[in-house]
T-cell receptor, first 113, second 112 residues
């Protein structure tokens, strides 16, 4: 089992719809969870982080964390074509190595105009 | 404020040659990370430094890879000898304390 798993996609949604991106992780000791966006040919950029169970909202983005289920998600409301990118889920760990981020392979999101 | 700077941005070399990738972290950042990204394996952490000291190099694939950080403003990742399977995008990232990691633009390496 991979440490951080994501569906590679592509996830295709129409403009204006809600895009839902999902991520599961294997280390129950992980405490910090991150979502990065990576445009083609560019470097990853942080868009959200979450530490506590529940929802965290920032503009059109909502991160959701369920530690019991070892599940993190990212919702993008009112999706725009400019949101089309690969979204990388990252988790700190393994336990005891909190400086390290373990990345999933990413989900490609395509927002159709 | 300049971000993380990497050079070269693109490198094409022949198998067996030595390759040196360079990184200048953001001023004031005390942790530096080297990553490799491929389609098959995604973004993998190779090594990271804290206050110029290598903390975890468990991601370095083999002895052909080495990394140094002689001072707070410079790091190198060296591959000697290079092989075609080393072809990837290599990212450097830095951060201050427990704050966000900021990535450089990456170096696209192609080994023929």
């Amino acid at each position: 089992q991979k440490e951080v798993e994501q569906n590679s996609g592509p996830l295709s949604v129409p403009e204006g719809a809600i895009a839902s991106l999902n991520c599961t992780y294997s280390d129950r000791g992980s405490q910090s969870f991150f979502w990065y966006r990576q445009y083609s040919g560019k470097s990853p950029e942080l868009i959200m982080f979450i530490y506590s169970n529940g929802d965290k909202e920032d503009g059109r983005f909502t991160a959701q964390l369920n530690k019991a289920s070892q599940y993190v998600s990212l919702l993008i409301r009112d999706s725009q074509p400019s949101d089309s990118a690969t979204y990388l889920c990252a988790v700190n760990g393994p336990s005891g190595a909190t400086n390290k981020l373990i990345f999933g392979t990413g989900t490609l999101l395509a927002v159709q105009p | 404020d300049a971000g993380v700077i990497q050079s070269p941005r693109h490198e094409v070399t022949e198998m067996g040659q030595e390759v040196t990738l360079r990184c200048k972290p953001i001023s004031g950042h005390n942790s530096l990370f080297w990553y490799r990204q491929t389609m098959m394996r995604g973004l993998e952490l190779l090594i990271y430094f804290n206050n110029n000291v290598p903390i975890d190099d468990s991601g370095m694939p083999e002895d052909r890879f080495s990394a140094k950080m002689p001072n707070a403003s410079f790091s190198t990742l060296k591959i000697q000898p290079s092989e075609p399977r080393d072809s990837a995008v290599y990212f450097c990232a830095s951060r201050r304390g427990a704050e966000t990691q900021y990535f450089g633009p990456g170096t696209r390496l192609l080994v023929l």
